[in-house]
């Protein structure tokens, strides 16, 4: 039963999408086999859409449903699916494996060795994942955006609500902070991370109190919330998140080196396509000194110095993400809307409906 489990698991996780979905290699199966023991493998293939009772899954398979319930706290203890307490009864929900089961096996920020062992089967599953599928190119619709520094933004500019972090902290009651799996799975691997922070990915409502419950975030005050995107900024990471307006779950702080979602958009020939937050940089040729510390601090080599001694723009492979700006020592950068950009979907349906569409589309 083992090796046919695993086999309908590939299936299943290919029909869930998401990055990485599923592929018909060893590594494949070497990853899913410790992540899922058997049992556990079978009741993630009966999983139903939207959120589900231990119950409904136990009629689902024909099983006892004590049984089920102690399999299905078992994987929402372990990242394998999502699960939400409301009005005192536990609904859990399927998820794919990116956003979703990779990043919630490094939440908790552990060190241990399973740890580091389910780093390298998901890093070898995902090295041979790109070599056979490739790193997929530019997205027909984005599925991610960048969100840019609000404060960098020129005074005569408009900024929608979804433009500001600070928005979303202001809006969600329950905020939690976990660890960056992206950072974190490459110390497990053993490599350098150039003392950058590890505890900056931030969840909201429903995705923080599953996060806190299950994988060890911690829950922050709006005041932390915001300080923490203040040492981000700092460090020069990259504010990112689902490309929707409202309800947002999460914002990523990313880095250009292990985050998956950069270093796979900065594969592609036009990165700018692949997330963007509708801003670029304007730079004031009377400030600027020409120190280029916007060069370097830029995290998709988008600048070069100009023969004026300004940096120009590739706007080809600008995220909009604001990093160049919150380092010019002379205050010398702003970022301006794209006039032509388009507003995000509004919420997970419609941003679905507007990927199927740019699909249709071709
Ligand atoms: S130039 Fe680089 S740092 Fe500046 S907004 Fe674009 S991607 Fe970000
Ligand atoms: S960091 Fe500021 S001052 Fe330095 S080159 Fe860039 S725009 Fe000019």
């Known amino acids: 039963m083992s090796k046919e489990v695993y086999k309908q698991l590939l299936e299943v996780m290919k029909s869930r999408g998401g990055g990485f979905s599923g592929a018909d290699i060893p590594e494949f199966y070497a990853m899913v086999e410790e992540l899922f023991t058997p049992r556990e493998a079978e009741v993630n293939n009966a999983m139903p859409k939207g959120p589900f009772s231990a119950a409904q899954v136990a009629e689902l398979m024909s099983r006892d449903e004590k049984e089920i319930k102690e399999i299905l706290e078992g994987m929402a203890n372990k990242g394998l699916c999502m699960a939400i307490t409301l009005e005192g009864n536990v609904f859990y929900m399927r998820s794919p494996f990116m956003p979703g089961i990779f990043e919630f096996q490094f939440m908790p920020g552990t060190l241990t060795e399973r740890d580091k062992k389910i780093a390298k089967l998901i890093y070898a599953y995902k090295t041979a994942f790109n070599a056979i599928e490739g790193s ?71 995705s923080a109190q599953f996060a806190i419950e299950r994988l060890g975030a911690r829950k922050v005050s709006k005041q932390e919330a915001r300080e923490l995107l203040d040492r981000c900024e700092e460090a020069g990471l990259i504010h990112m998140s689902q490309n929707m307006a409202d309800d947002i779950g999460f914002i990523c702080n990313c880095d250009r080196w292990h985050c998956t979602p950069v270093t796979q958009a900065l594969k592609t020939a036009k990165p700018a396509l692949t997330m963007n937050s509708g801003f670029k940089p304007e730079f004031n040729a009377d400030l600027c000194t020409a120190c280029e510390t916007c060069i370097e ?4 080599e988008a600048l070069s110095m100009g023969t004026d001694e300004v940096p120009e723009l590739n706007e080809d492979r600008c995220f909009g993400c604001a990093v160049c700006a919150t380092g010019c020592p002379s205050d010398a950068i702003s970022m301006v809307h794209q006039t032509d950009f388009a507003e995000p979907p509004k919420n997970a349906k419609a941003l679905k409906e507007a990927m199927k569409a740019a699909v249709a589309q071709g």
């Open 136 to 206: 997929g190119g530019e997205p027909v619709f984005p599925s991610i955006r960048v969100i840019t520094i609000d404060s960098t933004v020129s005074p005569e500019d408009t900024v929608h609500t979804y433009d500001q972090v600070q928005n979303y902290i202001d809006k969600y009651d329950l905020i939690a902070i976990s660890t960056c799996y992206c950072r974190h799975a490459a110390v497990l691997r053993g490599e350098d991370i150039h003392d950058m922070p590890t505890d900056t990915c931030m969840q909201f409502g429903n």
């Open 297 to 300: 601090r830029c995290p998709s």
